[in-house]
């Protein structure tokens, strides 16, 4: 398999003992394979896609470190980690499968979720692959991970992968797709070849095994592109409105409203339904997030929610983040 090395459970050797058939269905969509012949199937589909997003593939380099990416676009837009780029508008260099070296400049993100991008300068077009609607992965689908553990090596080429989605929770998918030194940033995909998600944090476990969903991207996509990295120091700086809450179709609805606070005095209540800050749709917490915190304490803005069904805003005074 030279190019690419595949973990695939040891099922290769399979191929020596059963007959060839035709298999009917998609074993990858099944809850879980019941016989050799399944795994082989989910096998051939890894296969059969990996030309087609392998050279899509970058190692990222720096001078204070290196990590992986994905080119998403023809004129050379990449998703990686926030912790890869560092900050925004750093020079930086992205080396393809077949060792092209091309220049880059770091843009923006969020140490929320850890998503990055990046833009290759030199002109393109450049190999990219496809991104996933929001909401495509659940729990359970089978997903693959690409990227290039201790930085580029032409002789060994990428490494991949295999794995199921095993978990979500806000801004974080975890597998059991296994992950090393080097893949932060790197691409896992979906059995349609998609983009679901990038690398983030890497555990000695083979089960935990963390990644930013790519629905962080599609929230914040112009902010991402246009905007400097999103950092936790300007989170604890920035406006404050003060509510717990957890995503929901349509929005993110209230869970807590903390006393004190903007929230409170507003007369947000728990179960509303909020929909945007200032025209600007709201679509995932860690959106909410930066619009708030993207301001200034004492700035106002207009927040629109639904509750029990009805249409309501309200202008609020943004308050200072308390100090823990």
């Known amino acids: 398999m030279r190019g690419y ?42 296969q059969s896609l990996l030309p087609k997003v392998q050279g899509a593939l970058v190692s990222i380099e720096a001078n204070d470190g290196a990590g992986s990416g994905i080119i998403v676009s023809e004129d050379g ?12 508008n750093k020079k930086m260099f992205v080396r393809l499968p077949n060792g092209k070296r091309a220049p880059a400049v770091s843009l ?19 190999p990219f692959v496809e991104m ?6 659940q729990l359970g689908d089978w997903c693959f991970g690409l990227g290039h553990p201790g930085g580029f090596d032409k002789e060994r080429g990428l490494v991949v992968r295999l794995g199921r989605v095993i978990g979500r929770k806000d801004e974080t998918m975890r597998t059991d797709s296994r992950l090393l030194g080097g893949d932060s940033g790197g691409p896992l995909f979906d059995f349609n070849g998609r983009v679901i998600a990038i690398h983030s944090r890497i555990s000695k476990k083979p089960d935990e095994n963390f990644h930013v969903p790519v629905e962080s991207y599609l929230a914040n996509w112009e902010f991402f592109q246009n905007e400097t990295l999103f950092t ?62 993207s301001k200034n304490p004492g700035d106002e803005i207009k927040l629109e929610y639904q509750r029990n069904g009805k249409s309501m805003s309200s202008k609020i005074k943004l308050g200072k983040r308390p100090d823990e």
């Open 5 to 46: 090395p595949i973990f695939l459970f040891g099922v290769f050797f399979l191929r020596l003992f059963l007959p060839a058939e035709e298999n009917q269905g998609k074993a990858w969509e099944l809850p879980v394979p019941s016989n050799p012949k399944e795994l082989l199937e989910i096998q051939d589909r890894l």
């Open 132 to 137: 996933a609607p929001k909401g495509s992965s």
């Open 232 to 293: 936790m120091e300007k989170m604890e700086k920035g406006g404050f409105l003060g509510v717990a809450c957890k995503e929901a179709k349509g929005g993110v609805r209230v869970v807590e409203t903390i006393k004190e606070t903007p929230a409170e005095s507003s007369g947000l209540q728990p179960d509303d339904l909020l929909v945007s800050i200032d025209e600007q749709k709201i679509d995932n917490r860690e959106e909410l997030t930066i619009l708030i915190a």
């Open 108 to 126: 923006g993100g969020s140490e929320l979720s850890d998503a990055g991008m990046l833009k290759i300068t030199k002109a393109g077009p450049w």
């Open 77 to 88: 837009l990449v998703l990686t980690a926030a912790h890869v780029i560092g900050k925004s």
